[in-house]
């Protein structure tokens, strides 16, 4: 669908884009081709998309035989999808995808592509590393600065905590970078597709879980020692012995931490500690731990 069909169609539905909800409907029925291209989707599989607009996407995945879900926040969207893309086999969900409970809705294995949403991007993925069985891959549009700190390693400013348990558990690759005016409307910031492959092998759930709570607390405030605001939560014990297993130095700031050595020091306290914290999943809580990924302080 490109911009000339969309503004009528927006029109005659009464839907103004959202910039609260970060919507940016794709213009360009070539680039639409090559996300499919890259997406390669296959008769049967299970795939998942997590704001699917008016379909631009959804209706190519659909026609290629998998079995489609969708996941639509704004009403009036859904509305339509419901008449125009359900009828072709879309399983549709009306929900905020920041409070879906993924694990009941795909309890196998399942892929997702998506153009997803710039203000819940992020903590979709989040929600998402914490499955028993996280997708099998993912193929994101999503804000640049967003995809490039995805693949950020120690050392470096965009170094976070998403990173490290995305990194546990995915290969990421940036498959090419997308112009603004492949959406209407033109998004201010640079967008790309971005790829994720999960590992032949990835930490079991009760370990992802911890590494969670483990790396967000490390970098809270980043310019703070690790080991004070790990043991603020795991306590200062377990956190010295955790640290001094993982080779990891006390007085080290936690984004000079490699992902290996996170993961050893959440196996160590998943070893030692009884009462494990457990991971954030409301939509708040990691909307804001999310910010605190990247803030400099």
């Given at each position: 669908m490109v911009k000339a069909e969309l503004k009528p169609l927006l029109e005659r539905l009464g839907?103004?884009?959202s910039k609260r909800l970060g919507q940016n409907f794709l213009v360009d029925d070539q680039f639409r081709a090559k996300i499919l291209h890259e997406a390669d989707p296959k008769p049967g599989e299970t795939i998942l998309e997590i704001g699917p607009g008016l379909g631009a996407i959804t209706r190519g995945l659909v026609a290629s035989g998998a079995d489609v879900t969708a996941?639509?926040?704004?009403?009036?969207?859904?509305?339509?999808?419901?008449?125009?893309?359900?009828?072709?086999g879309l399983h549709l969900i009306e929900a905020d995808a920041c409070r879906?409970?993924?694990?009941?809705?795909?309890p196998g294995d399942f892929r997702v592509v998506s153009n997803l949403p710039y203000s819940a991007g992020t903590i979709v993925i989040a929600k998402l590393l914490d499955l028993e069985l996280p997708p099998a891959d993912m193929l994101l549009m999503l804000q640049k600065e967003v995809a490039e700190r995805f693949l950020s390693g120690p050392g470096t400013a965009d170094y976070s905590a998403l990173t490290?348990?995305?990194s546990a558990v995915y290969e990421g690759r940036i498959v090419r970078m997308v112009p603004p005016d492949v959406f209407y409307p033109e998004p201010t910031v640079d967008?790309?597709?971005?790829?994720?492959?999960?590992?032949p092998v990835i930490p079991p759930q009760n370990i992802r879980i911890i590494l969670s709570r483990l790396a967000r607390t490390?970098?809270?405030h980043r310019r703070k020692k690790m080991f004070k605001q790990a043991a603020a939560v795991f306590g200062a014990d377990v956190i010295a012995a955790a640290m001094a297993d993982a080779s990891v130095d006390p007085d080290i700031r936690a984004e000079r931490v490699t992902v290996d050595q996170f993961i050893r020091m959440a196996e160590y306290i998943a070893a030692h500690t009884q009462d494990q914290p457990e991971t954030m999943t409301d939509c708040e809580a990691d909307a804001e731990k999310t910010l605190d990924d990247s803030s400099a302080d």
């Open positions: 839907i103004a884009p996941i639509e926040f704004d009403r009036k969207i859904a509305e339509y999808l419901r008449t125009a893309v359900v009828p072709l879906v409970k993924y694990a009941s809705l795909f490290v348990r995305i967008s790309a597709l971005f790829a994720l492959k999960r590992k490390s970098f809270a």
